[in-house]
């Protein structure tokens, strides 16, 4: 797994008695959190059944399976938020129940009906710049959630941008995960699945989209948009959605780990695209958090030595030397990522 900058401080709060783990820094062994309301508490919106079913049997098996999928093996010792970005690398019993508990537990904590729409609060007013009004992002969390086939969520997230958007994703995925088109930090989560509904609405999705979004606690999105627009996790997202970088990096894998081998077939092969992505990386967006006079250098050098490295193996220079110029070149790259 790729390293991820931990939580400083809230790594540091995490262990005081009384102090609940925040989500995103939980790690193994993960506990299912207390709801934050009776089980009755969002009548007639969603019923006292459903939530108790939903809460005490499927968020808990989520929590049971997370523990057992992690449970002896090297993700114990990542968060919950590491579990998820870089969940193409991790298996699909951790994908799936890592975000079916990351999931189950924002839904609580962003389900109310003594929470007020304020205008005046960051979030109103982002919502406003973004939406025109919160009854025109109430319409599209519906349309997400009427259309999303199958099983799944609705999100209001934060994207790498920090900017507000909508999406909806499948099963137990969310936009965290690396494994989704839409990536940014959720701060208001709608359940689709069945499950969540079937009871008092049966088929009639669009019936609970319509309650549901009368429910919202606002006062929990506003914090939870504070929260995301600080967290350094969004700035990993933003480093893991470069695709300039992305594309660079996948040619020099396919390259550099041969050639610590000795084995520089693919770099003669590939040398000439390699200087492609070097410059397109340079030519390309590069995201406002890393778009400093730093990293602005590092891309010019890896581009000189794209360069070099190039006409070396068009002059067919020896093996020591290619060897030597592509692992700099590596050494380069990773002053960046
Ligand atoms: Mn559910």
Known sequence: M??????????????????????????????????????????????AQTMEIHYSKHHANYVKNLNAAVKGTEYEKYSLD???????????????????????SLYWNTLSLNSPFDLQSPIGKAIAA??????????LLTKAGASRFGSGWVWLYVTPEKKLAVCSSPNQDNPIMDVSPDRGIPILAIDVWEHAYYLKYQNKRGDYLTAVVTAINWDAVNKNYSAALASPLLKSIELDTW????????????????????????????????????????????????????????IENLVKGANSLHQMILKKSDDKAITKKLAELHEIFHSIR
């Open 2 to 47: 790729k390293t991820f900058l931990h939580f400083v401080t809230i790594c540091m709060f995490a262990g005081l008695p009384g102090f609940v783990t925040p989500l995103s820094a939980q790690t193994y062994p993960y506990e299912l959190p207390k709801l934050p309301f009776a089980y009755n508490a969002l009548e007639p919106v969603v019923d």
């Open 82 to 104: 590491e579990l998820m970005l870089y969940a193409s690398e991790n298996g699909d019993a951790v994908r799936n129940n890592a975000g079916g508990h990351y999931n189950h």
């Open 130 to 139: 973004a939406f025109g009004s919160v009854d025109s992002l109430k319409k």
């Open 243 to 298: 695709k300039g970088l992305n594309d660079f990096h996948e040619v020099m894998g396919q390259t550099f780990h041969p050639s610590e081998k000795g084995d520089l077939k693919p770099i003669r092969e590939q040398s000439g695209d390699l200087l492609a992505r070097a410059k397109a990386l340079q030519s390309g967006k590069i995201p406002a958090s890393f778009n400093t006079p730093e990293i602005r250098k590092s």
